[in-house]
């Protein structure tokens, strides 16, 4: 897909250094700062689209009259880290030989604590490679660069991470997904996901910026509300919110994103954006970008937007994020998952894909409710799961099955996921889940109309009790790679160590007075 800048041009390859010098010619390009000669094409990382896509962006930029450009990579955790560069940096050193950072990025907890020994051999994580705080490289996909409508004369780029040899960094979420999508195409499948995300959004009434409010992390921003709530889709209660439902609809378009509806959701101050099923990494790379976007464009006219999944406010509702999800036959190019006769429910693909995704749900939960507060959410006769369960159309079971004969919008919903979820790692837990069940063709048993009253092992309780799961799940750690499954384990065991040690107001209010 070419970049995006409103004109839906495409172009051709793109390989000539500036001024048309070829490689090799007196003048030619080397990398910056490293030695390195053409990072990109050495090491044979982008493919004739990319190529042909950088072109574009190089003339996107010229005629915007673009000054900075942002090159961004998902974390561990799904936020967006990077650099940004002047343009004459980007266009003619780093779209050849990428643009380092410090290695650490990947290797902190939610508070930006760096998790690892990082100045012991192997940085603590057996990787020689990080040790030290050693650079990585970030390679932008051109594919992704888009002008931002928000930021004046600022350009934006999706980067994967690379070391300086050229192979990719194993820990990269990004990076995993892309190899678990190319296990699907080898069986035939394309990955197809529907975006449905849960979150919040609040007048600012104090940044909380003062010098004794900084911290590690510090002081979120004290908030005031922008609507009652629990009048689920009331369209004047909408209207109150209209300020806000015009820039997240400005910002998504401008940026070229699928978006299909946003709606007043049940809680106060609460709203659900939509999206346009895509297929392959798109999805994933749509969610981090609409996250980072509304949080930035909000932030500027004097808002705070918020995918923690159950903000400690009162009355304040939950917030959860629904990954639609079916395969597509390639060949045939029609949804694997349509039942054939007027009685099923699902292919046998998509039963046996349904089998998998519940077979590893409780392990999966890591990567689809990876923070502590997002098992707040999970409440009997709540619209939330709380077992290991499905149902066909029901908003009370972890699966709900879509469907119908001959449909072609045939899907599983998942509902346990969390918007603040890493969309990369929460996909690729499903897909290898899904994957699994094929492999080994498991059967989900029958549906079931009560959810809730249901004699189905329970999910997980806590982010303890998943990542327990997590550990004793061989087959989805073979799928997703022991290197990453080890070094998300223990980057959720540091978050779960400094919450236990930290006292609460729970706790305060219950022994402080008492004893």
């Not at 040790?131 to 004369?153: K, Q, S």
């Not at 400094?498 to 006292?503: G, M, P």
Request: charged share 25%; hydrophobic share 40%; proline share 8%.
């Amino acid at each position: 897909m070419p970049p995006h800048d409103g004109t839906g041009r495409r172009a051709g390859r793109w390989d000539e250094l500036p001024g048309g010098q070829e490689p090799g010619t007196p003048g030619g390009e080397r990398g910056a700062s490293t030695g390195r000669w053409r990072f990109v094409a050495r090491h044979g990382l982008w493919d004739d689209a990319q190529h042909g896509a950088a072109d574009h962006a190089r003339r996107v930029i010229a005629e915007r009259g673009i000054d900075l450009v942002r090159m961004s990579f998902p974390d561990i955790h799904g936020v967006l880290r990077g650099k940004t560069l002047t343009v004459d940096t980007f266009a003619e050193h780093a779209l050849r030989d990428g643009h380092t950072v410090p290695s650490t990025l990947i290797l902190k907890d939610t508070s930006g604590r760096t998790a690892f020994p990082v100045f012991r051999a192997g940085a603590g994580i057996g990787m020689p490679e990080l040790t030290g705080v050693a650079d990585i490289v970030l390679v932008p996909d051109p594919a992704t660069f888009r002008v931002l409508p928000w930021a004046p004369r600022t350009a934006w780029v999706l980067c994967d991470i690379f070391f300086p040899d050229g192979r990719p960094v194993t820990l990269s979420p990004r990076h995993l997904y892309r190899a678990l999508l190319a296990e699907a195409a080898a069986r035939g499948y394309g990955f197809v996901a529907g975006l449905e995300v849960e979150f919040h959004v609040f007048r600012i009434e104090d940044p909380m910026l003062d010098p004794g409010h900084a911290g590690w992390p510090g002081e979120p921003p004290r908030v005031r509300l922008l609507s009652h709530g629990y009048q689920l889709v009331a369209e004047d209660r909408i209207d109150q919110l209209d300020d806000v439902v015009q820039l997240i609809c400005g910002t998504a378009t401008g940026l070229g994103l699928p978006l299909r509806s946003i709606e007043l959701e049940l809680g106060p101050s609460q709203l659900e954006a939509t999206f346009a099923p895509q297929q392959g990494l798109a999805a994933a790379d749509t969610m981090v970008l609409f996250r980072s976007a509304v949080k930035q464009v909000c932030r500027r006219h004097g808002y705070h937007a918020t995918f923690m999944c159950r903000p400690n406010l009162p009355s304040v509702a939950s917030s959860g994020w629904h990954l639609h999800q079916s395969l597509r036959d390639q060949e045939a190019g029609t949804n694997a998952f349509t039942p054939s006769g007027p009685q099923a429910t699902l292919s046998e693909t998509g039963r046996r894909f349904l089998g998998g995704l519940l077979a590893h749900a409780a392990a999966a939960m890591v990567f689809t409710t990876p923070t502590i507060n997002g098992y707040k959410r999970y409440r009997p006769y709540s619209l939330a799961p709380d077992r290991v369960v499905w149902g066909v159309d029901n908003k009370g079971a972890m699966v709900r099955v879509i469907s119908g004969p001959d449909e072609p919008g045939t899907r599983l919903e998942n509902r346990c996921a969390e918007p603040a979820a890493n969309p990369y790692l929460a996909m690729a837990s499903q897909l290898a889940s899904g994957l699994d069940g094929l492999d080994r063709h498991l059967d989900p048993g029958d549906p079931t109309d009560e959810p809730y009253d249901s004699a189905a092992p329970k999910l997980p309780a806590s982010l303890d009790e998943a990542v327990r799961a997590l550990e004793a799940d061989k087959v989805l750690a073979t799928y997703l790679g022991k290197d990453l499954v080890d070094h998300v384990t223990v980057i959720k065991r540091a978050e779960i160590a400094r919450f236990a040690a930290a006292v609460t107001d729970w706790e305060h209010r219950e022994y402080f007075d008492l004893f």
